[in-house]
């Protein structure tokens, strides 16, 4: 083609593809061009409505019914901050046993059995623990709700907890970890844990020493320290109402009576780190590093913790946030990376973590680093707050559009503590939470010296540019590592 041809061929071009963009060839919206968007809806958030039965147990309800379905959990505030030490997993393979076989009208049944009555009712009997506390759940339809109730009242009140059960359930879970421990982004999450935490509670995790220590009498204990009333609370969400609920919980629980001991009380220290700054795990044979680069957070109950919120979603909360940004769509060093926080009582955690090749993870850990330390020196741009802050609140309304979620949302303020009127507060605390705020949130917490940074790959492969990152930083064979030890590594 003549260059005189092209020039004149130019704003022709041009023009069809504005005339194409404007729908002038008819294009149908939803069909042959994208949607047009949709009017914004108010999220709504239904209250909560609570009572308390005479022996202590609590009753939360969530009433919504357009549809005949209803989510039911039975909750127990005692989780893995309650594990002893070298006992970690402890609460969580109690809370999983509670579903491999119970007493049900004077009969036991096993885990198939259990399974299958659950089926019988349209839904599956769930188990889920968490550093606070563990619930059964079920979703079922309405009808079924006074069923599934009393399944899941005799499988936390009745577990048969057995020996072949406990046994079947630590090979699962240890055939898991062998999986974990050999990839270098899980294996960084679990050290970089360990590395923060110290000897707290919260920087445990399970093991395979720690899975092999649990015994029966171990798990009966524990199912004996967590099952009182005044721990308990019935959470109902969807077509009910709290009538119904207390007279579903009246029927199911009001016979269970407590004891004279005193209530335990789980652990809660704060972080107290031993490590060096940098952490850096030899993984032979690693095709890829784990990078993991920390920083403080704040207590859940902290007043900044929206700010908290919002200043790690513009980090890390989304495909757009500055760290997936800076680290895939500019530079292509990873698959995708991204920010997560963990807020306890005494405090919190902001871990921000990637997958990246060897030869780019000092690459990786300097982007990240800086990424996190310039949070604080600039507000965010209103667009980029704004669409971050839009992220956090769609997530928290497609959680609650279903009963199950609004079960979650109520069950994790029970756990915390908080009131439950928080959850109409999420949505206007995070959109009320100011450019400024982030900004000097994020120099206030996020400084180059509160960072601390692990690395799990093959060091061979990733040359020496990352032990230039850090002169003192502590390297260890992954032979070496031990995830429960303050310091990372094995006695000698």
């Not at 759940?137 to 406990?166: F, N, R, Y």
């Not at 926080?341 to 997958?355: C, I, P, Y």
Request: zero cysteines; aromatic letters at 4%; charged letters at 20%.
């Amino acid at each position: 083609m003549s260059r005189s041809l092209n020039l004149m061929l130019r704003p022709v071009a041009a023009l069809l593809v504005t005339a194409f963009a404007a729908g002038a060839w008819g294009l149908t919206p939803g069909v042959d061009a994208p949607p047009e968007p949709g009017t914004p809806r108010p999220l709504v958030v239904p209250a909560f409505e609570e009572a308390k039965l005479p022996n202590g147990v609590r009753v939360v309800v969530a009433p919504r019914h357009a549809l005949p379905i209803v989510s039911v959990s039975l909750h127990l505030r005692l989780g893995a901050a309650a594990d002893t030490d070298g006992h970690a997993g402890l609460a969580s393979l109690t809370a999983a046993l509670r579903t491999k076989g119970a007493t049900r009208n004077g009969k036991a049944l096993d885990a198939t059995q259990i399974a299958r009555q659950a089926e019988a009712l349209g839904s599956t009997l769930d188990s889920a623990a968490d550093w606070r506390g563990s619930a059964l759940t079920m979703t079922v339809a309405t009808s079924k709700l006074a069923d599934a109730a009393a399944l899941i009242t005799d499988a936390t009140l009745h577990p048969t907890l057995s020996e072949a059960e406990l046994g079947r359930l630590r090979e699962q879970t240890a055939d898991a970890l062998k999986l974990s421990l050999s990839d270098p982004m899980a294996l960084a999450g679990l050290a970089a844990r360990r590395a923060w935490w110290g000897a707290s509670v919260f920087g445990g995790s399970t093991t395979p020493a720690s899975l092999a220590r649990i015994q029966r009498k171990d798990v009966l204990a524990f199912h004996q320290q967590q099952l009182r009333p005044e721990l308990a609370t019935l959470v109902v969400s969807g077509d009910v109402t709290l009538e119904q609920a207390v007279a579903l919980a009246t029927r199911q629980l009001g016979a269970w009576k407590g004891n004279r001991m005193a209530l335990p009380e789980p652990r809660n220290e704060p972080a107290a780190a031993v490590t060096p700054a940098t952490v850096l795990v030899n993984l032979p044979g690693a095709g890829q590093s784990g990078v993991v680069v920390m920083a403080p957070s704040v207590a859940y109950d902290a007043p900044d913790r929206r700010v908290a919120q919002v200043a790690g979603a513009v980090l890390g909360g989304g495909y757009s946030a500055r760290l997936n940004q800076e680290v895939r769509i500019k530079r292509g060093l990873s698959y995708g990376a991204s920010a997560g926080q963990d807020f306890q009582a005494v405090g919190g955690l902001l871990s921000a973590a990637t997958q990246t090749n060897n030869a780019t993870a000092a690459q990786v850990v300097e982007l990240m680093r800086g990424e996190v330390v310039k949070m604080g020196e600039a507000a965010p741009a209103a667009e980029e707050l704004d669409a971050r802050k839009a992220t956090l609140v769609g997530n928290f309304g497609r959680q609650i559009e279903t009963t199950g979620g609004l079960s979650a949302v109520a069950m994790d303020l029970i756990a915390r503590g908080r009131p439950l009127s928080d959850a109409q507060k999420h949505a206007p605390e995070v959109m009320a939470v100011t450019a400024e705020q982030v900004r000097a949130y994020a120099a206030g917490h996020w400084t180059q010296a509160s960072l601390r940074t692990v690395v799990v790959g093959d060091l061979s492969a990733a040359g020496d540019a990352l032990k230039k990152l850090d002169d003192k930083a502590l390297v260890l064979d992954a032979a070496q590592l031990d995830l429960e030890a303050p310091g990372l590594a094995k006695k000698p």
